[in-house]
């Protein structure tokens, strides 16, 4: 069962830098829309931000101006840059991809097992 592996995660101080990477364990045929959702403790899953394989970007409000997604469509990979992170961005971060295995497949919904994030005041 193809997942998808996050990598990125970490400790960071208010006002730093991390960039996450996504991309998966093994073959998926075609991949659709790609994302970031992250949870913090006691809250529910949201999305930070999507990207369709055009490339058309949607990021929530709280993040707006500092996180930049982006993708490498050749290697079905994505990637969320944060910048000026704030200690209310303190989440597990996961990666979820739309996607068919095989041509002419169901569309599948794929999810990463979530890398944290911490921000520190």
């Known amino acids: 069962q193809v997942q998808l592996v996050e990598s990125g995660g970490g400790l960071v101080q208010a006002g730093g830098s991390l960039r996450l990477s996504c991309a998966p364990s093994?073959?998926?045929?075609?991949?659709?829309?790609m994302s970031w959702y992250r949870q913090a403790p006691e809250k529910q899953r949201e999305m930070v931000a999507t990207?369709?394989?055009?490339?058309?970007?949607n990021y929530a409000d709280s993040v707006k101006g500092r996180f930049t997604i982006s993708r490498d469509n050749a290697n079905n990979t994505v990637y969320l840059q944060m910048n000026s992170l704030k200690p209310e961005d303190t989440a597990v971060y996961y990666c979820?991809?739309?996607?068919?295995?095989?041509?002419?497949?169901?569309?599948?919904?794929?999810w990463g097992q979530g890398t944290q994030v911490t921000v520190s005041s």
């Open positions: 979820y991809a739309r996607g068919q295995a095989n041509y002419g497949a169901e569309w599948y919904d794929y």
């Open positions: 093994g073959r998926i045929f075609r991949i659709n829309t």
């Open positions: 990207i369709t394989s055009g490339g058309a970007t």
